[in-house]
């Protein structure tokens, strides 16, 4: 991908103050996270119920321990 730089490169030039900010939103954010299997798990929805409601694969293990699940792989 032509034009595309990490993210650390475009941190170089922040201040401290907006380097804070975005650390304490990173934080955040990640304590915000939920598996698919802690979603589930908190419905009190099966792993059939869950395959059959999403059209999983036949599987459904395979798909939901996945803590870094992106919305295409569930498209899909």
Known sequence: ???????SDLKKGWNSERLAANAARKAKLTAEMVSLEQL????GISQEDW???WRCSSRPSRSC???DMKVSTLRD
């Open 65 to 67: 321990p996945r803590p």
């Open 51 to 53: 395959r059959t409601s």
């Open 1 to 7: 991908m032509s034009g595309h730089r990490p993210f």
């Open 40 to 43: 589930r798990e908190g419905l």
